[in-house]
């Protein structure tokens, strides 16, 4: 993998307002999709509820979830296409390899993604502590244990699932979102970069709730057990291995379609 290139691909993102904007939408989406708890309890309190049961309740069952995919299209994946559209790729071709080139996107891509979640997550977690007082795990329950393998690894330092969380689901995005730059390579413009991945996630949640094995994807990127065998290192493993090898195979078609318009001279 080419430094320079990754270097430079790093700073694109991360000083770009987009970054900045599109966590933001992100926090805001979060606490939009809670809006009517969030009323009540400046009325009546929050009854115990833990924040952390929140996150895990948007994680597994919010509606706008399709949403934090399509914001996160609009970090890294666009890229892709505005090179090819610009024929900055050209320029770039002349001094990495397309496979150096393809594997600095899919990097930065991962580590933008995953970013802008966790600091999404924590801003939630902030607000509800600070802003709601809210406990973090709901104080008439078994807190920890109604995180299904998470359980032990919460019970001894909770806001661990912030990062563990967003990890997983970021590695979901990114998975997501690779797709989404091999599509567009396909048919340069941001469109497909942005629509592609928010189908995509539409057509694996709509398959999920049909199929609840082990290839699940609803529960897995949520953190839900899949597996029939217990203990967070097996399941939390599997599924941060089923999204790498997500990430893969959509790396593996972005790597094709490049280098045959790369060979066909058509960059």
């Not at 009546?44 to 979830?65: A, C, N, Q, V, W």
């Not at 661990?160 to 990890?167: E, K, M, T």
């Not at 597996?227 to 399941?235: A, H, Q, R, T």
């Amino acid at each position: 993998m080419s430094k320079k290139l990754f270097s430079m691909e790093l700073y694109r993102a991360f000083s770009s307002k987009r970054f900045w904007i599109i966590t933001a939408l992100i926090y805001l989406t979060m606490l939009a999709s809670i809006s009517e708890f969030i009323s009540a309890a400046m009325v009546y309190g929050t009854g115990g509820t833990g924040i952390l049961d929140k996150l895990m309740e948007i994680l597994i069952f919010d509606r706008f979830k399709a949403l934090m995919i399509l914001f996160l299209s609009g970090v890294v994946s666009y890229t892709v296409s505005d090179d090819l559209t610009s024929h900055f790729i050209r320029t770039m071709f002349e001094k990495v390899t397309v496979s150096e080139y393809v594997t600095v996107k899919i990097t930065v891509n991962m580590i933008t993604v995953t970013t802008a979640l966790l600091i999404a997550f924590f801003l939630f977690f902030a607000f509800g502590r600070i802003v709601l007082g809210m406990p973090a795990f709901n104080v008439y329950n078994a807190g920890a244990d109604n995180f299904g393998y998470y359980a032990t690894v919460l019970k001894l330092v909770p806001w661990l699932y912030i990062p563990l969380s967003a990890i997983l689901f970021g590695l979901f995005g990114t998975a997501m979102t690779t797709f989404g730059m091999a599509v567009s390579v396909l048919y340069p413009g941001r469109y497909l970069a942005y629509a592609f991945p928010f189908g995509l996630f539409y057509l694996l949640h709509s398959l999920s709730a049909y199929y609840r094995g082990p290839l699940c994807f609803w529960y897995i990127c949520s953190g839900v057990q899949v597996l029939k065998v217990n203990g967070f290192i097996p399941n939390y493993m599997y599924g941060t291995g089923v999204f790498l090898c997500l990430i893969a195979a959509g790396g593996f078609l972005l790597y094709l379609s490049l280098r045959r318009r790369f060979k066909n001279g058509n960059i």
